[in-house]
């Protein structure tokens, strides 16, 4: 019987797996892989104490550091892909067929971004193609960028990229705009900004960077281009949840429901941090700290249980 089993090899997953170790809380964590969504980024300013580092290189900073905790079990190349609730504790499958037994679980598997799905946006990822505005915003200084997607991730981008670029426009689907009405008032004052409606991306163009977005105009039926040197793709997150089924709750995104002071699920024996959960802001950073929250919570937990 372990005490804990973490669920992936993130910033949150691995912040979480190195407390859990100091603290010699028997654990182990289930990882895919190390590194998490920001593997692809070609440069990380803001991973604090780094001024800059690949997402490579972080990946295998956070690796090396957790496989340096004497008190550790480690399965990665390894996907959880079903938790049951027994009696007290939990099972846990993976995909590859091993079971374990564990007295509380934290879930660390993060979330993958809704792509598009247009010509130029896999081949120009990193090339002008970016997922983040909080960390990427700054390299559009003196740039057009568009933002893709108008959702509150979608205005949030378009705030950002205020600060650097000369032009940023919004492209959107239909007349509504699904994002927060007072921040869509107070970037539609800025000059800089252009929302165009009823815009359908069909292509992002460009040879070696990006040099333009190619989109259906829906009520005139008309293709039309803009020029750009960044887009923004804000489409929304998909949280990586499947295998928890319906043990815990859920928002209507399908994040999972967590209790911000000490990442408690609804779950008794559950916990859950970063990217996967309900928290507004979604960086290294956050999900590193949460998970960290989560792990000293959960001690204290094991302890009064005396699990
Ligand atoms: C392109 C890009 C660039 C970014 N750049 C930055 C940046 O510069 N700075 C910044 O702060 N943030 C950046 N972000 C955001 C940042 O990457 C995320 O906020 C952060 O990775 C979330 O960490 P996490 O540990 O919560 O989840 P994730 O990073 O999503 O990690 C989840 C982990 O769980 C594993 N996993 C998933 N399902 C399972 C399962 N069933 N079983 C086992 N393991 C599983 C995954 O393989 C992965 O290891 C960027 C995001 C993107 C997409």
Redesign the pocket.
């Known amino acids: 019987m372990l005490d804990l089993i973490i669920?992936?090899?993130?910033?949150?997953?691995?912040a979480a797996g190195i407390y859990a170790a100091r603290k010699k809380i028997k654990t182990l964590l289930?990882?895919?892989?190390?590194?998490?969504?920001?593997l692809?980024?070609a440069?990380?300013?803001?991973?604090i104490g780094t001024k800059s580092i690949s997402?490579l290189g972080l990946a295998q900073n956070l690796e090396e550091h957790l496989r340096t905790q004497p008190d550790i079990e480690i399965l990665d190349g390894?996907?959880?892909?079903g938790v049951q609730k027994t009696d007290g504790a939990f099972k846990v499958q993976?995909k590859n067929g091993k079971s374990f037994e564990t007295k509380t679980i934290l879930v660390?598997?993060?979330?993958?971004?809704r792509r598009l799905g247009v010509p130029g946006e896999d081949r120009l990822d990193?090339k002008g193609v970016?997922?983040?505005s909080?960390?990427?915003a700054p390299l559009f200084g003196g740039k057009i960028v568009a933002v893709v997607g108008a959702g509150n991730a979608g205005l949030e981008a378009v705030r950002d990229s205020l600060a650097y670029a000369t032009k940023v426009y919004l492209l959107n689907r239909t007349d509504k705009i699904r994002g927060d009405a007072v921040t869509l008032e107070e970037i539609k004052k800025n000059p800089k900004v252009e929302v165009i409606y009823w815009a359908e991306t069909k292509e992002i163009l460009g040879d070696q960077f990006v040099s333009g977005l190619k989109y259906l105009d829906k009520q005139t039926n008309q293709e039309k281009e803009l020029k750009a040197d960044g887009v923004f793709i804000e489409i929304g997150s998909v949280p990586?949840v499947?295998?928890l089924g319906d043990l815990v709750q859920k928002s209507q995104f399908n994040e999972i429901i967590v209790d911000h002071k000490t990442q408690k699920t609804s779950q008794e024996g559950i916990w859950a941090?970063?990217?996967?959960t309900d928290q507004v802001y979604?960086?290294?950073?956050?999900?590193?700290g949460d998970?960290v929250k989560a792990v000293l919570n959960l001690y204290d937990y094991l302890g009064k249980n005396n699990k």
Do not use: H, K, M
């Open positions: 669920v992936g090899g993130g910033p949150g997953g691995v289930i990882a895919e892989s190390f590194g998490g969504q920001s692809v980024s440069d990380i300013q803001n991973w997402g390894n996907l959880v892909s993976t660390c598997s993060g979330s993958f971004r990193g970016v997922w983040c909080t960390c990427d990586n499947e295998f941090a970063g990217d996967v979604r960086q290294n950073n956050i999900s590193a998970a």
